[in-house]
């Protein structure tokens, strides 16, 4: 089983433009340099190892081995740039894939881009923006341990808490399935949360076993309010 000749049939099938490469620096980077290429479609940039892989601020995305691991940027088309929200709602499409494919694991979201499970990260988002006149597009960087996991603390992969039944190609394209219908759902209302999602994203928040202080309120605007009625921003925590 290999996660990126899998992941590159499952859009080959779907009639998703797919665009993959076994070796990049950056699948992010790579979907920037494509924009001028790109028409009003959804793209998707696989690869199977990123030289230069890259998370949030200064951190580095850390490859596993080869084939086990999704390493992928989906490039949407947008009318108007994404509001903040955009990073908590994709947060939570990712959580609403994950835990409907496996629904008895422990998934988990850490803000800003992590989702964990057990509290092992197994995921990370790295959600940009980019802009030419009137043309703007959402890319959505994600990384997901599958098979197997880096040598990093706190790092961890599904294939540990999976037997290899529920971990099967057809397991892994019903997975893509409704990741790809999440995340599409939730790129049609940018401009604030949904009570859906205030409700999913703290549940998912407050799953994390890593998390020191409860999260008492998620808001519309993607903010949170912490015990004592501190507020944060989502990128804050």
């Known amino acids: 089983m290999n996660i ?19 070796s ?42 080869p084939g086990t691991s999704l390493l992928s940027t989906w490039s949407f088309p947008l009318k108007q740039p994404p509001q903040p929200v955009a990073a908590p709602a994709i947060g939570a499409a990712l959580f609403r894939a994950a835990k409907a494919t496996w629904m008895d694991l422990s998934f988990s979201l850490k803000p800003p881009n992590d989702l964990q499970c057990e509290g092992q990260k197994i995921a990370g988002l790295l959600i940009e923006s980019i802009q030419q006149g009137a043309k703007s597009r959402l890319l959505v960087g994600l990384g997901l ?60 928040i407050n799953q994390s076993s890593t998390l020191q202080t409860p999260v008492l309120e998620v808001l519309k605007d993607g903010g949170m309010v912490m015990t004592g009625g501190v507020r944060i921003g989502w990128q804050s925590i």
């Open 145 to 204: 341990n599958v098979l197997a996991l880096p040598q990093l603390p706190l790092a961890g992969c599904l294939a540990e808490f999976l037997p290899p039944s529920r971990l099967t190609e057809v397991v892994w394209s019903s997975f893509l399935d409704r990741w790809y219908f999440e995340m599409t759902l939730s790129l049609t209302q940018l401009q604030e949360l949904n009570d859906d999602q205030t409700s999913l994203i703290l549940y998912a």
């Open 4 to 22: 990126y000749s899998l992941t590159t049939q499952w859009a080959e099938k779907r009639k998703i433009p797919v665009h993959a490469q076994p």
């Open 24 to 65: 990049v620096d950056s699948t992010n980077d790579w979907a920037k340099r494509e924009f001028d290429q790109t028409k009003d479609a959804t793209d998707i940039y696989l690869t199977d190892h990123q030289e230069a892989g890259r998370g949030r601020g200064a951190n580095v995305w850390v490859n596993a081995a």
